[in-house]
């Protein structure tokens, strides 16, 4: 059991928090939550992946000059573009979830469509 | 929300359902069947070699030493390096996925005025002028040294917009999404003439054009420093229109 399987272990338990999250809660404010879960599992297993045993940060300074043994920078570069994709997508659906609030009065999903609440079409949007 | 019968034994199932899913991922990863698993290529063997030796253009077997001149990219941050060199091209199309969000939010939010406003304390209101000059000076140095520490224009944008949002939430300002609008045009054309300019100076677009000084030094980057300055400017104002678009309120309703 190394460093590594611990990330694992973590990305594992925050990935299946998040699908669980997103597949059972009705409130959409916990929705965009579990999604958020989720993508800092994925991003924790991407950098775990790049990781190698006795190995620095992808940094070259004094002391680590004239090496390779650096940890692998590509998943790293990779996670950066991640971060800034679940920041856009998580700043519309809030958003998204303030204008449904407006609209329905509510914040779960059961009452996308039927139910008591009543919206004027042109409302939707603004 | 009522928690029904039907909804406890739909959690139910999912979890069994997702149990099942763990176990068939974790044989997966146990398994021993033929084949190269990711995590035992040696690093020679990797794409990242190329990143890390700053050979991709010419392999040789040099290795990144710190003061040096004479390498592909003077960057001495290996993922800097990569995102805004190797893959500047990837960093601009990010660049725009922040800007669309940023347009969808502003889109979302449009004909809305801050009416909503209750006083902040004496406190809050003496205290966030010192802490806003921390941040800003956190933020700027973080988007200065992305080439040479962990850091860049991304993470030093969100930090300097976090110091806007404070102002936002402190102050009745009549926050000017304009002033955020024009920094962030001038960002995002930025980044395009840099690239056109390594188009017409250098070969492709987004190419390094300008001298590289030694491994650590401050100008050892060439176009990543300008890059990252202009990212910095460009997520910063878009991080704090889509803060100004947040505490917007209606007129008519308080949310």
Redesign the interface.
């Known amino acids: 059991m190394t460093l590594?399987h611990l990330f694992?272990i973590n990305a594992?338990a925050l990935i299946?928090i998040g699908?669980?999250g997103i597949?059972?809660r009705?409130?959409i404010i916990k929705i965009l939550l579990a999604i958020n879960i989720l993508e800092t599992g994925v991003n924790l297993l991407l950098v775990a992946?790049?990781w190698?045993a006795g190995?620095f940060?992808?940094?070259?300074?004094?002391v680590h000059?004239?090496?390779?043994?650096?940890v692998?920078?590509?998943p790293?570069?990779m996670v950066?573009?991640a971060?800034?994709?679940a920041?856009?997508?998580t700043?519309?659906g809030?958003?998204?979830a303030?204008?449904y609030?407006?609209t329905h009065n509510s914040l779960?999903t059961t009452s996308f469509s039927g139910g008591s609440v009543k919206y004027d079409e042109d409302e939707v949007?603004? | 929300m009522r928690a029904n019968k039907n909804y406890v034994i739909f959690n139910i199932a999912v979890l069994i359902l997702m149990l099942v899913a763990t176990l068939y991922i974790y044989k997966a990863f146990n398994s021993k069947a033929p084949g190269r698993r990711i995590m035992s290529v040696p690093i020679e063997k990797r794409v990242s070699y190329r990143y890390i030796t700053k050979s991709v253009l010419n392999p040789t077997e040099r290795r990144v030493v710190f003061g040096e001149t004479g390498y592909e990219d003077g960057s001495a941050n290996l993922v800097t390096s990569i995102v805004v060199n190797y893959r500047a091209f990837d960093t601009l199309l990010e660049v725009i996925i922040l800007f669309t969000a940023t347009a969808g939010v502003l889109f979302l939010m449009r004909g809305r005025k801050r009416t909503g406003y209750s006083e902040a304390s004496l406190i809050v209101k003496t205290g966030i002028p010192i802490i806003n000059l921390f941040v800003a000076v956190t933020g700027i140095v973080i988007i200065l040294q992305g080439h040479l520490t962990p850091g860049g224009g991304f993470p030093g944008g969100a930090v300097v917009a976090s110091g806007f949002f404070l102002s936002f939430l402190a102050y009745k300002y009549k926050a000017n999404k304009t002033v955020f609008l024009i920094l962030e045009t001038i960002g995002g054309l930025g980044i395009i003439i840099v690239g056109l300019l390594g188009l017409f100076l250098k070969l492709s677009f987004l190419e390094n054009f300008m001298p590289l000084g030694p491994i650590g030094g401050f100008f050892s980057s060439g176009i990543v420093l300008i890059l990252y300055i202009l990212i910095g400017i460009k997520v910063s104002s878009e991080i704090s229109n889509i803060g100004i678009a947040f505490v917007s309120h209606d007129e008519k309703e308080g949310l």
């Open positions: 590594q694992f594992a299946f699908v669980f597949i059972t009705k409130n992946i790049g190698r190995s940060a992808p940094i070259v300074t004094r000059s004239d090496i390779v043994n650096f692998d920078p590509l790293q570069a950066l573009t971060i800034v994709i920041f856009g997508t700043a519309v809030l958003v998204v303030i204008n609030f407006r779960e949007v603004s």
